[in-house]
């Protein structure tokens, strides 16, 4: 009797915190959309998403080119972290000894824990004079951001594959190894391949770090409102956008910033959704991932 | 008779446990050889000795001489990525890897540089139909083959393994986890296989050593007991302990 009672209490328990941490969700999903839509009602939501002039005081709210900064940033910086990543991960799940591994799993996961104002402060400091000297201009681009942001999110996909990697049962690459495949084509042919799903489960959340950055932009990319001709021009992001301009934001143009968050919030969406289709279609004609 | 593999005085080490003491056994060509033994004998170890796989744990050593037609497998000449490819071997656990049962069969012919699609094709069906698996897998040759029986399993990886020719294939319990239809038809199959392979099988099962083998070594604790031709050993044991052991009174 008392122990039915007592479960009855634990999974009800469990339901309600469940369900709050959903509400609260929820709850400022809606508090976002109810300040955001008037702007974007107001200026007209396909002028608000694919205006190119950003000027509050004049009235003018286009986010476009941030949009660009915000999906250039992410794709470059996916770009030079994805390689970098998946390789460091191979070592360290296949070829690095017990001891290296060691110490060098948890560097790497401490990597994650910096706050990102330090990697932001280092960048301000260290990596824009070296970009201004080698590139010419400010030193402050859509390089510089990205560079920073692949720093950033490189032990989340490092140690995400490396698990996922390491997650392969050790049954498939003794098969490949008795029928005399070498390391490198077992790990290219059979290992690789089973990770997959894991691998793309780093990238979504390296993704999802790298488009939600704030601090670190803000502080490297120059944050001039342009669609970049190169990627040594200055770029602002829509997360940049909504804390550089809070302070002093008032009327239609504080709900426009709502409004931006609302794009980033609907943009995230989007690619969480072909990220989780990919990962998904992978899954099911590998038949079994791992991670 | 000549001799397959020939191992003198052989002794193996995790760590500082010596799991093998003083191993020493002549195996025949294209002959079936089982190896007995209650758990923990060191059955598996011995027969990972012979295509090195034991080489990827961390702690392993040996001494003592393995010869492959006469060749010292252990010489550190030895290329390890050939020996494995002339020492085949097929896992307690049915391990087919991820992919289509075609890709499976192509696996092992691929990393050895076959490329050519109408090559491939026609090795990989002669393989499947060696291990008497083609009629089944003819119409889902593109269809994963974690899709397929666990006997069905097995057989594929008998016929990964004969696809890229080896001299010698070794059997790690390969019915332990079958259930007895599947087992009988691996054992027709090896029946089949003797002709071309020199095979050698680690069992639980005594009933399958007598059906399938012509020698048979008893393993305990880490040495062999005895050894000799399959009828001898189960008909007249000469050591007390292999006639304990196959009549059932331990292990």
């Known amino acids: 009797m008392t122990k039915s009672k007592n479960e009855f209490i634990i999974e009800k328990g469990l339901l309600i915190t469940a369900l709050s941490s959903i509400v609260i969700i929820a709850l400022i999903i809606i508090f976002i959309f109810i300040e955001g839509l008037p702007a974007m009602e107001s200026y007209g939501p396909i002028n608000f998403i694919f205006g190119l002039d950003w000027s509050p005081s004049d009235n003018q709210f286009g986010v476009f080119p941030m949009i660009i900064g915000s999906l250039g940033i992410t794709a470059l910086s996916l770009l030079m972290a994805v390689p970098l990543g998946l390789f460091c991960a191979m070592f360290l799940a296949e070829v690095a000894p017990n001891s290296m591994r060691k110490i060098l799993k948890p560097t790497i996961q401490t990597l994650a824990g910096i706050p990102s104002v330090v990697y932001g402060f280092f960048g301000l400091i260290i990596l824009v004079p070296i970009m201004r000297e080698q590139f010419g201009g400010t030193g402050f681009s859509m390089l510089t951001a990205s560079i920073i942001l692949t720093v950033m999110i490189l032990p989340i996909i490092i140690s995400v594959s490396e698990d996922a990697l390491r997650s392969v049962p050790h049954e498939y690459k003794e098969a490949s190894l008795a029928l005399g495949a070498t390391h490198w084509q077992t790990i290219k042919n059979v290992i690789f391949p089973a990770a997959i799903p894991g691998i793309i489960t780093s990238i979504i959340l390296g993704m999802g770090r790298a488009i939600g950055e704030t601090l670190a932009i803000i502080m490297v990319a120059g944050n001039v409102v342009q669609i970049p001709h190169s990627i040594f021009d200055p770029v602002r992001a829509l997360t940049s956008n909504i804390a550089i301009e809070m302070g002093y934001a008032t009327g239609i143009h504080y709900n426009a910033l709502f409004a931006t968050g609302i794009v980033l919030f609907l943009m995230i969406i989007i690619l969480l959704i072909f990220a989780n289709y990919l990962h998904y279609k992978k899954k099911v004609t590998i038949g079994g991932g791992y991670l | ?251």
Not at chain 2, 67 to 93: H, N, S
Not at chain 2, 95 to 110: E, H, I, M, W
Not at chain 2, 120 to 147: Q, T
Not at chain 2, 213 to 228: C, D, N, P, Q, V
Request: proline share 4%; hydrophobic share 40%.
């Open chain 2, 1 to 251: 008779m000549e001799y397959r593999i020939e191992v003198e005085n052989l002794n193996v080490y995790f760590d500082e446990l010596r799991v093998l003491k003083d191993v020493n056994i002549k195996i025949r060509k294209n002959i079936v050889t089982a190896l007995i033994g209650p758990s923990g004998c060191g059955k598996s170890t011995f027969i990972r000795i012979l295509n090195r796989m034991n080489d990827l744990i961390d702690t392993f050593r040996m001494d003592g001489g393995v010869l492959l037609d006469g060749e010292d497998i252990y010489d550190p000449k030895v290329d390890v990525v050939d020996l494995r490819k002339r020492v085949g071997m097929v896992f307690q656990k049915p391990n087919p890897f991820p992919k289509s049962v075609f890709d499976n069969v192509a696996y092992g012919l691929r990393v050895h540089g076959l490329t050519d699609k109408d090559a491939l094709g026609e090795r990989v069906e002669e393989s499947l139909k060696a291990a008497a698996l083609w009629d089944e897998v003819k119409d889902k040759l593109d269809k994963s083959a974690l899709g397929l029986s666990g006997g069905q399993q097995q057989r594929l990886c008998i016929a990964r393994t004969i696809a890229v020719e080896p001299e010698v294939i070794l059997m790690d319990e390969p019915c332990s986890a079958l259930d007895p239809i599947s087992t009988t038809k691996i054992e027709d199959l090896i029946h089949k296989l003797k002709k071309e392979y020199t095979i050698i099988i680690v069992t639980h099962n005594m009933q399958q050593a007598t059906r399938v083998s012509k020698y048979t070594a008893f393993f305990l604790h880490g040495e062999i007991i005895e050894s000799g031709t399959t009828d001898q050993i189960f008909v007249e044991p000469r050591d007390k302990r292999t006639e304990d052991y196959i009549t059932g009174r331990f292990g």
